[in-house]
């Protein structure tokens, strides 16, 4: 959740009961990582993650120092998505005693991961905001197949955002789910209010992709800029990354969540939008999918009869 995981949010959601995570790249340097944990610390006293996402780049971020940070920190849990470059920074968790969660995309990378020794995966489907991966695979699937094919604990990511999704990871051996779209709709959220508004507005329709022919797809808000990506990656012969580099710049998609112009830039978002009916605190909405997910577990429940009646 880039620009999104900030401490307020993250301690919003660990005070609330579940794992909050505070964005590693976000802070912009690895001491001002150490000042957004610290900062988290004085806002609860439950535990909460940090992640450190591993995305191709020509200038990648200093990981191994923010790291470092992590671990001298002594955060208890890290999560991570990525490559092989995630590789060397998981073994150094490891090493330090980190419960470390790894986010894949696809049930191959989730099987190399456990190789390397994570502790928990987070099985992302192609519903999700952000980086989907390549394969086109929805989370339905994908964690089926991960009850079959993993042994390594595993969380749902991606289109999940009330009960009756938690209900259906439950069901399909997920240990839990990652929200990330209907966590940013909270109060506790930093996104400007116009954004927030704009999602409650927005339906499981209101989403396209960007990136598709740079085989770096992601998952975005349909607004106007990223209508004009997706028209010069449909061009016959496609786009180079330098001409449309200025439309999706990091810098443009913070000025909609710091201003709350919603066509000002790129910014990601899941179908998710089309269950979200308000603005609730993340106290609110955790206990309203606990609640949900209960009473779905045990209504399915009572409709299982051992004999036929036939």
């Known amino acids: 959740m880039m620009w999104v995981g900030l401490p307020k949010l993250v301690a919003a959601v660990s005070n609330a009961g579940g794992l909050g995570i505070l964005t590693g790249l976000t802070a912009g340097t690895p001491e001002q990582l ?34 470092k940070v992590i671990i001298e ?13 995630a590789i060397p920074i998981i073994k150094m968790y490891k090493e330090a005693g980190i419960f470390v969660i790894h986010k894949c995309t696809s049930i191959r990378h989730a099987q190399a991961a456990e190789k390397v020794g994570v ?26 197949l991960a009850a079959r094919k993993l042994k390594t604990p595993y969380i749902a990511s ?24 209907v966590f940013m709709a909270t109060k506790e ?12 507005q927005a339906d499981e329709r209101s989403t396209t992709h960007i990136f598709r022919t740079l085989r770096n797809t992601a998952r975005v808000f349909k607004n106007k800029v990223a209508e004009e990506v ?15 580099a200025p439309l ?18 790129v910014w ?11 603005v609730p605190s993340c106290e609110e909405l955790l206990k309203r999918m606990e609640r949900d997910a209960e009473k779905v577990l045990l209504e399915s429940a009572a409709k299982v009869k051992r004999e036929s009646k036939l």
């Not at 002594?74 to 991570?80: N, Q």
């Not at 959220?189 to 409650?200: E, G, P, R, T």
């Not at 028209?231 to 330098?242: D, Q, S």
Request: a negative charge.
């Open 268 to 278: 990601s978002a899941s179908g998710v939008m089309g269950l979200i009916d308000d």
């Open 158 to 181: 991606g289109g999940i955002g009330d009960g009756r999704g938690l209900a259906a990871a439950i069901a399909l051996g997920a240990a839990g789910v990652n929200c990330g779209t």
């Open 119 to 144: 502790d928990m995966l987070s099985i992302d489907g192609f519903e999700c905001a952000g980086h989907p991966g390549e394969d086109d695979v929805g989370g339905l699937l994908l964690l089926a």
């Open 230 to 244: 997706v028209a010069k990656e449909r061009r016959p012969g496609g786009v180079e990354f330098p001409e449309i």
């Open 34 to 67: 150490r000042n957004s944990i610290r900062e988290t610390r004085k806002l609860t006293e439950k535990p909460f993650a940090v992640n450190l996402t591993f995305l191709p780049s020509i200038s990648p971020p200093p990981y191994e120092q923010y790291a």
């Open 73 to 85: 920190e002594g955060i208890k849990v890290a999560e991570t998505a990525g490559g092989p470059a």
């Open 248 to 265: 999706v710049s990091g810098a443009r998609g913070k000025k909609v969540y710091d201003n709350g112009d919603p066509d000002a830039g």
């Open 189 to 200: 959220s930093y996104v400007h209010d116009n954004i927030k508004q704009a999602m409650v």
